[in-house]
Nanobody
Framework: QVQLVESGGGLVQPGGSLRLSCVVS????????MSWYRQAPGKQRELVAE???????NYADSVKGRFTISRDDAEDKGYLQMNSLKAEDTAVYLC???????????????WGQGTQVTVSS
C-alpha cells in the first residue's frame, strides 16, 4: 500500500506564492521520480514539473523560472514552490511518484487526490 497526500493549496492573489507539499507513505522500498501535474476545468492534464532520484529537474515552459520542484528523500516528501503566480495557474495540482513498494521489483506510478490552487484578485 502506497499513498500520496498533497497539501498547501489555497487562494492567492496574482503575483503571490504558494508551496505545495506531497507526502508519500506506505510500504515504500524506494521512490524514483516525483512529478507535479495540474488540471484546470476544460483542459487536459499538464505535466508541470518532475524531478528524478538524482535531482535532475524538468519544467513546463509555462512555469519555468517561477516554479521550483524539490524533494526530501529522508522524509519521503516532494515540494513545489510556486512564485509569481498567475491566474492561468489556477488548477487542481496533483502529485505523482514512481514508487517501488515492498515486495515489488519494478516501480509503479501513484497519484494523490490533488489540492486546489486558485489565483485570483
Amino acid at each position: 500500500q502506497v499513498q500520496l497526500v498533497e497539501s498547501g493549496g489555497g487562494l492567492v492573489q496574482p503575483g503571490g506564492s504558494l508551496r505545495l507539499s506531497c507526502v508519500v507513505s506506505g510500504s515504500i522500498f524506494s521512490i524514483d521520480a516525483m512529478s507535479w501535474y495540474r488540471q484546470a476545468p476544460g483542459k487536459q492534464r499538464e505535466l508541470v514539473a518532475e524531478i528524478t532520484v538524482d535531482g535532475t529537474t524538468n519544467y513546463a515552459d509555462s512555469v519555468k523560472g517561477r516554479f521550483t520542484i524539490s524533494r526530501d528523500d529522508a522524509e519521503d516528501k516532494g515540494y513545489l514552490q510556486m512564485n509569481s503566480l498567475k491566474a492561468e495557474d489556477t488548477a487542481v495540482y496533483l502529485c505523482s511518484a514512481s514508487v517501488v513498494d515492498l515486495g515489488s521489483y519494478y516501480p509503479s506510478d501513484y497519484w494523490g487526490q490533488g489540492t486546489q490552487v486558485t489565483v485570483s484578485s
